[in-house]
């Protein structure tokens, strides 16, 4: 034994990752948006969608249950990976969990009739939305690679300092 023998310390990026400023601010903003979204809908909201025909009735009614959908899987994403990397899960509790957050089917939609009617408020919470997921969605892929991506057992430099270090054995002896 040369004294030079090192295993690799998986380094656990999720972890890191939900105790940094950036996923502060990302969880801050998702959970705030969807505090933000709750109260126009359940206010303002309800007051625009009485100024539209049946159209714009219909638009409003879908693109908010989109949203709406939209955020609470947001929600459970960043609330998932708050508890995990919180120690309130295991990674592997997280992964069978996830499988329940979908966050491909919660995009955009087709385009609806009465669309043109929809109030700026909702236009405008709609697209945040659509900005956080996009965001999170990329985190989710970073996470993922993060998560896969398992350290070799031992250092590639072993062999090389084992080497290194007979030689010199040798060069005493």
């Not at 004294?3 to 400023?21: M, N, Q, R």
């Not at 979204?37 to 638009?59: E, I, K, M, S, W």
């Not at 966050?103 to 909702?122: F, T, V």
Request: aromatic content about 6%.
């Amino acid at each position: 034994m040369s004294g030079f023998e090192h295993t690799a310390t998986p380094v656990d990026f999720l972890a890191k990752f939900t105790a940094s400023e950036q996923f502060e601010k990302v969880f801050k903003e998702g959970m705030g948006l969807v505090e933000e979204t709750a109260n126009y809908l359940d206010g303002p909201g309800r007051q625009d969608a009485r100024l539209l025909d049946r159209y714009g009735a219909v638009a409003y009614a879908t693109e908010s249950m989109r949203l709406t959908t939209r955020l609470m899987q947001l929600a459970s994403w960043l609330l998932l990976q708050r508890a995990t990397g919180a120690g309130e899960m295991t990674t592997e509790e997280s992964r069978k969990e996830k499988h329940r957050i979908s966050l491909s089917d919660i995009g955009r939609g087709h385009p609806l009739n009465g669309s043109e009617q929809l109030p700026e408020a909702l236009k405008e919470l709609v697209e945040r939305s659509l900005k956080l997921h996009l965001r999170v969605q990329k985190l989710d892929v970073m996470l993922n690679v993060q998560v896969k991506s398992e350290p070799p057992e031992q250092s590639p430099m072993n062999e090389q300092l084992d080497r290194i270090a007979s030689a010199f054995k040798a060069a005493r002896g």
